[in-house]
């Protein structure tokens, strides 16, 4: 271990127990994501300027139904995710074990499917833009983010490659060698920054008023954000692709970058046509 290595404060992942219950950093640091992107959906549809003509689609009553379609899609998403992306063979071998994600083990890409499928369902059943459904809560998205990269450095996972930098880590498991703490480049990059950008589009450019431009932001940014990270991670789970040097997380982000560039020119394309008309865009579209 190198002398600027900085050692792993060996958190308890246990955060406190009510008798035979345990409860776990891990699912606290989900539980305050949910609640607190919840919180924050909730201000954005209670403020009318920010939607077009003035009026928000959503009530804040709706969006209680949201969190819960919401929570389902990560679990179930991020779970089975996991399980098909990244460690299949052993979850075959060892199917007892899916069921157990407090020990870790969720993966954003299947999670970002699973919500995607839960939000158009959702859509169908209230008769509402799933454009602007998916804007809404993907501009909450980062919250969960962040906490949950939190939830990787407690669990001591998504670790990144060997480092002299200053503020590398020695991870438990992991060996003497200092390391990048990649999960906390993750939460930075794909938390803060990224909220903070999609909050700039919304209160200082209107995305809301244009349906898919935020969620189009979102997928893009998230995706160039995690292509990066991606170069100091380990590559735990081999390359997908024998030869090419794109790591399982860089291959899955790139169809992300893709469906948001694309999301982002058809929305600015259609504000544009109907300013050149004149006409008010209906706030029912999808």
């Known amino acids: 271990m190198t002398l600027l290595a900085i050692p792993y404060p060996n958190i308890d992942p246990v955060a406190f127990s009510l008798g035979p219950l345990s409860v776990k950093w891990y699912g606290i640091a989900y539980m305050a994501g949910l609640l607190l992107g919840w919180w924050y959906v909730k201000c954005l549809v209670r403020d009318n300027s920010l939607w077009r003509k003035g009026n928000s689609p959503f009530t804040e009553t709706m969006m209680d139904d949201v969190l819960l379609v919401t929570t389902l899609g990560v679990v179930i998403g991020g779970r089975l995710g996991h399980v098909l992306f990244y460690e299949l063979t052993y979850y075959l071998s060892n199917p007892s074990q899916i069921l157990k994600i407090w020990q870790g083990g969720m993966a954003f890409h299947g999670g970002a499917l699973g919500v995607t499928i839960a939000l158009w369902l959702f859509s169908i059943w209230k008769r509402v833009s799933v454009l602007s459904l998916t804007d809404v809560v993907t501009a909450a998205v980062p919250i969960g983010l962040f906490f949950g990269r939190i939830a990787n450095f407690i669990n001591s996972e998504v670790v990144g490659t060997v480092s002299n930098v200053p503020w590398a880590i020695t991870f438990p498991g992991y060996g003497e060698q200092p390391r990048h703490p990649a999960m906390l480049y993750e939460a930075l990059l794909e938390g803060a920054v990224l909220l903070a950008i999609l909050a700039w589009l919304i209160?200082?450019?209107?995305?809301?008023?244009?349906?898919?431009?935020?969620?189009?932001?979102?997928?893009?940014?998230?995706?160039?954000?995690?292509?990066?990270?991606?170069?100091?991670?380990?590559?735990?789970?081999?390359?997908?692709?024998?030869?090419?040097?794109?790591?399982?997380?860089?291959?899955?982000?790139?169809?992300?970058?893709?469906?948001?560039?694309?999301?982002?020119?058809?929305?600015?394309?259609?504000?544009?046509?109907?300013?050149?008309?004149?006409?008010?865009?209906?706030?029912?579209?999808?």
């Open 203 to 286: 209160y200082k450019r209107g995305s809301l008023k244009m349906p898919g431009l935020t969620v189009g932001a979102f997928l893009a940014g998230y995706g160039v954000f995690r292509m990066f990270v991606e170069l100091f991670k380990i590559e735990e789970y081999g390359m997908p692709i024998a030869g090419v040097p794109l790591t399982r997380g860089m291959l899955y982000s790139i169809p992300m970058v893709v469906l948001g560039t694309y999301l982002m020119w058809r929305a600015k394309a259609v504000a544009a046509r109907e300013a050149e008309s004149g006409a008010a865009p209906d706030a029912k579209s999808s």
